[in-house]
């Protein structure tokens, strides 16, 4: 069975630091990935997606992600995070032809601080 | 459009008591999920459904069952509560396999 590794569960930044957090999936075979982030109060949203391309995709709030496929990692980064990035961030992946099954990590707990 | 919308916001329930947690979505999408939220756990998939009339079970049904009659709503039945399934309960859909899901606010459920 598949299955996410998100490597840090909770990081404490300050403002303006440079984030990365770590992603690992166990399939061998062709998937999507995501991350998802969760704000403090709501529900997740997409932060970005890779289907295929280009392996460096970019996603909303300055914040992209690199798919190394040798690696089976889709590593997070934000070269400059700021306080309202303080959220849980949530990597999943999904089967290409696997159906709408997504699996998704464990989360990593942000906090940003001023 | 409202998006995906799950009621109630929050459910306190006795151990033995059954309960439906509502979802709905007004996004024409096929594909509709059910997941569980614990801390440390991520998300589990606990049921999904493909369109109307088709669900299956994702990685955590036990204790739980769906069904899709629309392909607006998409419902998930507590039969018997029991305090291991105190969680928070996300409802997802998406367009097609493998697309971008879009989550409703979530159910908070306390099962004494």
């Known amino acids: 069975a598949q299955s996410v590794s998100q490597h840090n569960h909770h990081v404490i930044l300050s403002e303006a630091a440079s984030l990365e957090l770590g992603c690992n999936y166990s399939y061998g075979g062709t998937v999507n990935l995501f991350w998802y982030v969760q704000y403090p109060g709501q529900h997740l949203q997409l932060l970005l997606k890779?289907?295929?391309?280009?392996?460096l995709v970019k996603g909303i709030k300055g914040f992209e992600a690199e798919f190394i496929k040798s690696k089976f990692s889709f590593n997070l980064r934000k070269p400059s995070v700021q306080w309202s990035d303080t959220a849980e961030y949530f990597c999943?992946?999904?089967?290409?032809?696997?159906?709408?099954?997504?699996?998704f990590g464990t989360g990593t707990q942000l906090k940003v601080e001023l | 459009n409202a998006g995906v919308t799950q009621t109630p916001k929050f459910q306190v329930l006795k151990t033995g008591q059954s309960m439906t947690l509502q979802c709905a979505q007004d996004?024409?999408?096929?594909?509709m999920s059910w997941y569980r939220q614990d801390p440390g756990m991520g998300l589990r998939l606990i049921h999904y459904s493909v369109g109307a009339g088709i669900t299956d079970q994702g990685e955590v049904p036990n204790g739980y069952n769906v069904s899709r009659s629309t392909t607006e709503d998409f419902p998930l039945r507590l039969l018997s509560a029991a305090p291991s399934q105190t969680s928070v309960y996300f409802c997802?859909?998406?367009?097609?396999?493998?697309?971008?899901?879009?989550f409703g606010p979530g159910t908070r459920l306390l099962v004494l």
């Open positions: 999943a992946v999904n089967l290409t032809g696997g159906g709408n099954k997504l699996t």
């Open positions: 997802a859909s998406s367009s097609d396999l493998g697309e971008t899901q879009y």
């Open positions: 890779y289907f295929s391309g280009d392996p």
């Open positions: 996004m024409n999408h096929e594909y």
